[in-house]
T-cell receptor
Framework: DTEVTQTPKHLVMGMTNKKSLKCEQH?????MYWYKQKAKKPPELMFV???????INESVPSRFSPECPNSSLLNLHLHALQPEDSALYLC???????????????FGAGSRLTVL | KNQVEQSPQSLIILEGKNCTLQ??????????LRWYKQDTGRGPVSLTI?????NTKSNGRYTATLDADTKQSSLHITASQLSDSASYIC??????????????FGQGTTLQVKP
């Protein structure tokens, strides 16, 4: 299995809702990432998990809460979002976080989030 | 400041024609450079990855080149097809950034192939 699977593909939520995005990989990768991508822009890093521990939080607002239950799963919990949070949310994984280049990312297809 | 700049920003070509996309970077030190293809509304898919010692690498109709001295890379697409219409993103990794999981993304080139 060489895929990163993201669910749901599309999500519409109100500003008072609580929802979650899910990501799963079975490649034995030990690093997992959340990126946010606005239209016609490159992905922006949000969080990095290395060996199931949060290693990077790029000053993301607390209304986004990541969780890594095990080495194959990564969640992004959403609460009290704003319309400007509407974007494509990409999950990625890599063998590891390292300087040797082992962090070649495999991306999921993304979850398209619309906040009303 | 570590930067990755791509040109052109967008490109329209006719089906069957060749094209070349450019990526210049100021990242130093350098680990590797990757080209990703991203279809609209989908996640990026890796086309090639090149390290310091590699000059050229092919993946089907895609050929990437790297000149580590001038810090330039190109992606050449041969005999374009309608399915090549996508954004192409150049991503550079530095040992300093790699240790934290951070990669440096270019802004991408949007390619449109017309029949």
């Amino acid at each position: 299995d060489t895929e990163v699977t993201q669910t749901p593909k599309h999500l519409v939520m109100g500003m008072t809702n609580k929802k979650s995005l899910k990501c799963e990989q079975h490649m034995g990768h030990r690093a997992m990432y959340w990126y946010k991508q606005k239209a016609k822009k490159p992905p922006e890093l949000m969080f990095v998990y290395s060996y199931e521990k949060l290693s990077i939080n790029e000053s993301v607002p607390s209304r986004f809460s990541p969780e890594c239950p095990n080495s194959s799963l990564l969640n992004l919990h959403l609460h009290a979002l704003q319309p400007e949070d509407s974007a494509l949310y990409l999950c990625a994984s890599s063998q590891a976080v390292s300087a040797s280049g082992a962090n070649v990312l495999t991306f999921g297809a993304g979850s398209r989030l619309t906040v009303l | 400041k570590n930067q990755v700049e791509q040109s052109p920003q967008s490109l329209i070509i006719l089906e069957g024609k060749n094209c070349t996309l450019q990526c210049n970077y100021t990242v130093s030190p350098f680990s590797n450079l990757r080209w990703y293809k991203q279809d609209t509304g989908r996640g990026p898919v890796s086309l090639t990855i090149m390290t310091f010692s590699e000059n050229t690498k092919s993946n089907g109709r895609y050929t990437a080149t790297l000149d580590a001295d001038t810090k330039q890379s190109s992606l050449h697409i041969t005999a374009s097809q309608l399915s090549d219409s996508a954004s192409y993103i150049c991503v550079v990794s530095s040992p300093r950034s790699s240790n934290t999981g951070k990669l440096i993304f270019g802004q991408g080139t949007t390619l449109q192939v017309k029949p």
